[in-house]
């Protein structure tokens, strides 16, 4: 088993930054790759960043390339998502997942996931 606990959510203003966090307990961190994803209010959970176990690959949405980076610490067991340039649309519940296998994670799939933490952007 794996538990997953985010933080770092809040209430921001168009433009600004923020970093979300996601420590891992459990079985072995490193060997998990990791996902995060949103959900806005009123619309289905989506896919927006994966990293390998290994942090050589990461793959991101199109609608947050270039503004967002997903980065781990395997030592702290924690992975990162870095926002910039954050907006209105960016609003949602965000949720980390782990899951042995990447292409899982890019199919909004996972064995185990967060309780979520909340972002809003306001205008």
């Known amino acids: 088993q794996v538990q997953l606990v985010e933080s770092g959510g809040g209430l921001v203003q168009a433009g600004d930054s923020l970093t979300l966090s996601c420590v891992a307990s459990?079985?072995?961190?490193?060997?998990?790759?990791m996902g995060w994803f949103r959900q806005a209010p009123g619309k289905e959970r989506e896919f927006v960043g994966a990293?390998?176990?290994?942090?050589?690959?990461?793959y991101y949405s199109e609608s947050v390339k270039g503004r967002f980076t997903i980065s781990r610490d395997n030592a702290k067991n924690t992975v990162y998502l870095q926002m910039n340039s954050l907006k209105v649309e960016d609003t949602g519940v965000y949720y980390c997942?782990?899951?042995?296998?990447?292409?899982?994670?890019?199919?909004?799939?996972?064995?185990?996931w967060g309780q979520g933490t909340q972002v809003t952007v306001s205008s």
């Open positions: 990293i390998m176990w290994s942090s050589s690959i990461t």
């Open positions: 997942a782990a899951d042995s296998r990447l292409y899982i994670l890019r199919e909004g799939r996972g064995d185990y």
């Open positions: 459990g079985r072995t961190f490193s060997s998990y790759a």
